[in-house]
């Protein structure tokens, strides 16, 4: 075969080669192939990369409450650390970290110029920890102290810190202007504690004392509550003192109201006021005794001129506190809220959602231990009175779920009138309460009349002039009832 005839044939064959052999359409599968490779290798590095770091990340802030709580300040990561955390502990520290950094209530009012920043160094009695006031707001509702607790003793280091009690009083007259009460600020000394102290007026020069214990120690026998956690040697860590002097109070807001709150066609309450500060909304409820309800708290929130919540402790994650107002009386209730002090507000609309109250029937039973009567709808009825050597059993019925022991008080007999309701509960007339006993008084049969049977503890008795006297009735359990009520408000 010649060289002529060899190349006829090469081209021959080339003109033959199949469409799908076409070598740029080979080129560019290859390109695509090879990329879908680089693709799915880099694709595998960085799952691999991201799954180590998000490994990482989940032991860090399970095993370090300062790793964790540094993860929050970076931007997505914040929130991905906090998805992450499982052990209790850690959880908790994280918690209070995002709380103190987001907290939109007191960033604001810091934001609008509110607080005060000072360093008040307090040593303590014991020198076991340092106690330091970061900053204040006094304003003519409230004062408002950031707490940074450190130990002095390295073992300390991340323990869990109760703020128990604090007292505030008049530097110039020595009288105590904080209420009754104070509830327990709890934290970590990792953390600032931001703490709010109602008082009962505002005061230039005054002193506070802070009693500090730790949560978590064993409670003594009968020790059950924070406040008496002072008493508990086992709980308490330390005392400190702080004096200010020349405060600047920031003004409130006070708006008056007087206005119904009505209740399947009753009225309730009264929404009194409204008092508005840098550190505090407060509403202010007229609550007066009614007969045949006992009311024990309300739901509210309150929203702007376009209908957006401005003030709820849930969105603010805190609970609604509620307290007796100690200057205006036993009457007036007033509900602590989130501040919209510093809100460009002219009008805003408050929200009454719920209440939760008792039922019970007015028409007491009441009846005289030393008299030996029972008055009912106006009648008096000779009772028969047995002393605690007497129980239930005597009468052929199962002991007092209540009183089950003998010697526990005085066994009454009340002949049953027609009309009466089934009694289930002891009346207290102090204080204005019930308490179910989870049954209804028995009766039992003597010479063919029935009588109501109810065993009295004798220290419950109210004294009336010098008769013991018990009143009893029938009531309902306390349940939350949902109701709509909205007040605009002009500010």
């Known amino acids: 075969m010649n060289i002529e005839k060899e190349l006829n044939n090469l081209a021959q064959e080339v003109q033959n080669i199949p469409d799908r052999l076409d070598m740029n359409s080979l080129r560019k599968r290859v390109k695509r192939r090879k990329t879908i490779h680089t693709v799915t290798v880099i694709g595998r590095s960085l799952l691999i990369v991201f799954c180590t770091l998000f490994l990482s990340l989940f032991i860090g802030v399970n095993s370090s409450v300062s790793f964790a709580k540094a993860a929050t300040d970076l931007p997505v990561i914040g929130n991905l650390s906090s998805s992450l955390v499982i052990r209790p502990e850690i959880r908790t520290e994280l918690r209070d970290a995002l709380r103190y950094n987001n907290n939109r209530e007191i960033g604001e009012v810091v934001e609008a110029g509110g607080f005060t920043d000072v360093s008040m160094v307090s040593q303590g009695k014991e020198n076991k920890m340092t106690c330091t006031i970061q900053s204040y707001i006094a304003d003519e509702l409230s004062l408002g102290l950031l707490l940074d607790v450190k130990p002095t003793d390295i073992q300390l280091t991340g323990m869990n810190v109760s703020v ?73 860590i330390d005392s400190y003192h702080f004096e200010f002097h020349n405060v600047q109070i920031a003004p409130s807001k006070e708006i008056t109201l007087d206005r119904p709150i009505m209740f399947e066609g009753s009225e309730i309450a009264t929404v009194h006021k409204v008092c508005l500060s840098p550190s505090t909304t407060d509403v202010v409820l007229h609550v007066p005794d009614l007969d045949g309800m006992i009311l024990s708290g309300f739901d509210m929130y309150i929203t702007d001129e376009k209908g957006r919540v401005i003030s709820d402790p849930i969105m603010f994650k805190r609970e609604q506190s509620c307290y007796v107002d100690p200057v205006l009386g036993d009457d007036y209730w007033v509900y602590n809220m989130p501040s919209i002090y510093y809100k460009d507000l002219s009008k805003i609309q408050l929200h009454i959602v719920s209440v939760e109250l008792g039922k019970y029937d007015p028409n007491m039973l009441v009846v005289n231990l030393d008299k030996e009567t029972a008055t009912y709808n106006g009648k008096t009825i000779p009772i028969l009175v047995y002393d605690s050597t007497y129980s239930y059993k005597d009468f052929g019925l199962l002991a007092d779920p209540s009183n089950d022991r003998t010697g526990a008080g005085v066994i009454f007999l009340i002949p049953k009138e027609e009309g009466m309701p089934a009694f289930n509960s002891e009346f207290n007339i102090r204080s204005k309460t019930f308490v179910i006993t989870g049954y209804t008084y028995p009766t039992t049969r003597l010479n063919g009349q029935e009588y109501i049977v109810i065993q009295a503890i004798e220290y419950r008795a109210y004294l009336e002039g010098t008769d013991r006297v018990y009143h009893f009735v029938s009531g309902e359990n306390k349940e939350n009832h949902r109701f709509y009520q909205m007040y605009e408000i002009d500010i």
């Not at 703490?195 to 120690?217: E, M, S, Y």
């Not at 008493?231 to 308490?236: G, Q």
Request: hydrophobic share 30%; proline share 11%; charged share 25%.
């Open 164 to 236: 128990a009690m604090i007292y505030i009083f008049d530097l110039d007259t020595g009288e105590p202007i904080d209420f009754p009460y104070t509830e327990p600020v709890h934290g970590n000394i990792l953390s600032p504690i931001y703490t709010q102290i109602h008082w009962t007026k505002p005061c230039r020069n005054f002193g506070v004392d802070i009693i500090l214990c730790d949560p978590d120690a064993p409670r003594e026998e009968g020790d059950e509550s924070y406040v008496d956690a002072p008493l508990n040697k086992n709980s308490y």
